[in-house]
């Protein structure tokens, strides 16, 4: 191919030659034509084409014109346009039924969705004489799967704006699966008419806004005149709001989250019909009327009213609060469903003072709860006031972690240094004579030199037999001293005072000890606590051993895979021993929690009591001789055979919630009680009654009431309201009692 350099002039370009003559060269020029430009390729860089008549392709071939780089083609008229004077005619001469076609084709390689295949822009300069694209006609692909491809063509034009935006969209993959005409600005329609070929017109909710022009819109099926909707505009606003609103010849149907709204502030708004269905389906149809004393519905049958009727269930609760009448003779129907919980925990007693440390309750039917402030308060099992003794610990913490019952006495343990203000000192266990009432302080004390007790806290209890007690804690010394690691016999614990003896029991631990359980059946004693060690140093038992106490031998638990604190040690009824505390799951099972072979302490298996918070705290399990309760953060749970737990809720989300850190769990009274760290009162979990009391203003004979009853569950009760709206009067003989 030939390059033309400077302004080349040719008259006609009308054979095939090779080239076109003329000098070649780099530097680009125009190439002047007066004439006609006929079978002949010429690549065009600056190829400006001037006065040519036609370019006629050579016979069989395209006319290709390859605009390659950055370039574009311009076709500029200097002549007065318009339709007179088109700048571009594309004419066809074929006899046929073909016409003429103008081809856009993306040839892309790597086609997408949202691709645009062409568009045609309209631009003019506005009043600042710059450049603006007024309108835009665009064609996209919006599905190119083989076979299911679906495309779109937009009409954009400038709306308050020099940036053209979509006005309307033939959509091939539109919001109806099948196609739609999507119109993105308000659709006013300058004949006021819409006509459906056949059928019914659906208006769907969007950007759709009627018109009213005229004083009456009707709606009309053309087939028929008599088949129609007219909504007057006099003096009335409709609102038909909704999707897929459809107007039938004797309905308005609307569909969607959106209201039907008929308004008249002023007037009444009469509807004539041989009959009139309201049908709102699963929703209410709520009729609203300010004045009080009147009826909401009235007919115009002699003596007919209609009066609200007003249904009040107790959601699963045993206390509603039922209002007063609304109007004159309205209707209350009381409905006792039973409770949904049953289970609840509610406070037990009178306050204990402060958070509750640890509950006990003796052989004598009196209750020992000792709180945070050092004081043990004595009272009956009901835990109500006065209390029938108190004993109150000081020095060291004053804090009392223990309390155990063995032959006549009764032992506490924690932190102090004298009980009551005697004379006695008495480090951190000490003990109380039960066998008669008022309780008399019994000290331990005894040996040379004289030992008191332990340097340290007490948290553990057990009584091995031949009134002999063992203590265990976090200590290290004894009162005078002497080494003692974490775990201490005191030999004749049920003799007469001054005649104990203290020693470190069986080697000591190596850390501090949490729970000690007797088991008698089988000779072990549990020790569980934070240590890894024991009998100094000499085996290895990580957080829980069976001490064998006729053996004399310190036997593994669960063969030594416990790897963090055991905090709670209880038996079961079903040959288990109940392991609780911060250690995550053996090698299988459940975290913080095992059973323990009573006849194998090497032996563990899954207690199943999934999904339960860590047992960080002491005395968190407990066993009545038949079923065992622990007590987490999460809750209570009780346990009557080996895998099967039911849980009975939280104190701390009750209906008058506890507050702080679950210390303890104990059972009297056939009820489960808890004592928490904030908490100044005992609770006690309470089976509830179906019963359910409504509590309001209610008239009965002569008497005035502010509760009304239901005993039984699934039972109702109506009542009508007085001429005052004051009270509610039972309908015929009730079946609730009053209060």
């Not at 040996?447 to 063992?470: C, T």
Request: net charge negative; aromatic share 10%.
């Amino acid at each position: 191919m030939d390059y033309f350099a400077g302004n080349v002039f040719y008259p006609n370009i009308t054979s095939s030659p090779a080239s076109l003559p003329g000098p070649t060269t780099d530097t680009w020029g125009n190439v002047l034509i007066n004439g006609n430009i006929a079978s002949k390729d010429i690549d065009m860089n600056n190829f400006n084409i001037i006065n040519a008549n036609t370019i006629t392709p050579i016979a069989g071939n395209d006319l290709n014109i390859v605009v390659s780089g950055n370039g574009s083609t311009h076709i500029t008229q200097s002549s007065t346009g318009g339709a007179s004077q088109p700048i571009l005619e594309i004419e066809n001469t074929n006899a046929g039924a073909n016409g003429s076609q103008m081809d856009f084709y993306k040839n892309s390689s790597s086609p997408a969705i949202d691709d645009t295949i062409g568009a045609i822009s309209l631009y003019a300069n506005n009043a600042s004489a710059t450049k603006v694209e007024y309108a835009r006609i665009s064609g996209t692909q919006r599905q190119i799967t083989a076979g299911s491809e679906n495309g779109s063509i937009s009409v954009f034009c400038c709306s308050n704006s020099p940036t053209p935006t979509e006005m309307i969209r033939f959509n091939g993959d539109g919001q109806t699966g099948t196609g739609s005409i999507d119109t993105y600005k308000p659709f006013n329609i300058s004949t006021n008419t819409i006509i459906g070929s056949s059928g019914s017109i659906n208006l769907v909710s969007g950007l759709f806004t009627s018109i009213l022009n005229a004083t009456n819109l009707r709606i009309q099926d053309t087939t028929t005149t008599t088949t129609q909707t007219q909504i007057s505009k006099t003096a009335l606003t409709v609102a038909i709001l909704g999707i897929n609103t459809v107007y039938g010849s004797t309905s308005i149907i609307t569909t969607g989250s959106t209201n039907l709204a008929i308004t008249n502030t002023s007037f009444a708004i009469n509807l004539t019909s041989n009959g009139i269905n309201l049908n709102a389906g699963a929703s209410p149809i709520s009729i609203t009327q300010t004045v009080a004393t009147a009826t909401q519905l009235t007919t115009n049958q002699s003596g007919h009213k209609f009066y609200p009727d007003y249904v009040l269930d107790n959601q699963g609760l045993n206390t509603v609060v039922a209002p007063n009448p609304s109007i004159i003779n309205e209707r209350l129907t009381i409905i006792n469903y039973g409770l949904t919980q049953n289970n609840v925990w509610a406070p037990y007693g009178d306050s204990q003072g402060n958070g509750v440390n640890f509950i006990f309750r003796d052989s004598q039917a009196r209750v020992w709860v000792a709180n945070d402030t050092g004081n043990i308060n004595i009272r009956d099992d009901t835990l109500n006031s006065p209390d029938l003794q108190t004993i109150q610990v000081g020095g060291g913490n004053s804090q009392v972690y223990v309390i155990y019952e063995a032959s006549n006495y009764v032992y506490i343990g924690g932190n102090f240094s004298n009980v009551s203000g005697n004379a006695q000192l008495q480090y951190s266990i000490s003990r109380f004579d039960i066998s008669s009432f008022p309780y008399s302080f019994s000290p331990l004390y005894g040996g040379s030199p004289l030992r008191e007790g332990v340097q340290g806290d007490v948290y553990a209890i057990a009584d091995i037999g031949s009134g002999n007690l063992i203590i265990g804690g976090n200590f290290t010394l004894l009162s005078d001293s002497t080494a003692c690691n974490y775990i201490c016999i005191i030999t004749g614990a049920q003799s007469s005072p001054s005649s104990q003896t203290f020693a470190e029991y069986a080697g000591g631990t190596n850390g501090s000890i949490n729970a000690l359980l007797l088991d008698v059946s089988y000779n072990y004693l549990w020790v569980g606590g934070a240590f890894t060690s024991v009998q100094g140093g000499a085996f290895t038992r990580n957080y829980c051993s069976a001490y064998h106490v006729i053996n004399n031998t310190w036997d593994e638990v669960a063969t030594n895979l416990l790897n963090n604190f055991v905090n709670c040690i209880t038996l079961t009824n079903f040959g288990q021993i109940f392991l609780a505390g911060d250690f995550p799951a053996l090698t299988s099972g459940q975290n913080y929690n095992t059973y323990i072979d009573r006849t194998n302490p090497a032996v563990w298996n899954d207690t199943n009591l999934g999904g339960v918070p860590q047992f960080s705290q002491r005395n968190l399990a407990t066993y009545d001789g038949s079923n065992m309760a622990v007590f987490n953060s999460g809750g209570v749970w009780v346990n009557t055979s080996q895998l099967v737990w039911v849980f009975i809720e939280n104190p701390t989300t009750a209906v008058v919630p506890a507050t702080g850190t679950p210390l303890c769990i104990t059972i009297w009274s056939g009820l489960w009680k808890v004592g928490l760290s904030t908490t100044a009162k005992v609770y006690s979990h309470i089976i509830l009654p179906d019963s359910c009391n409504f509590t309001g203003n209610f008239k009965y004979g002569v008497g005035v009431h502010t509760t009304a009853t239901l005993t039984n569950e699934n039972t109702s009760q109506q009542f009508i309201g007085d001429p005052t709206c004051a009270f509610w009067i039972p309908i015929g003989t009730p079946i609730c009692s009053f209060s």
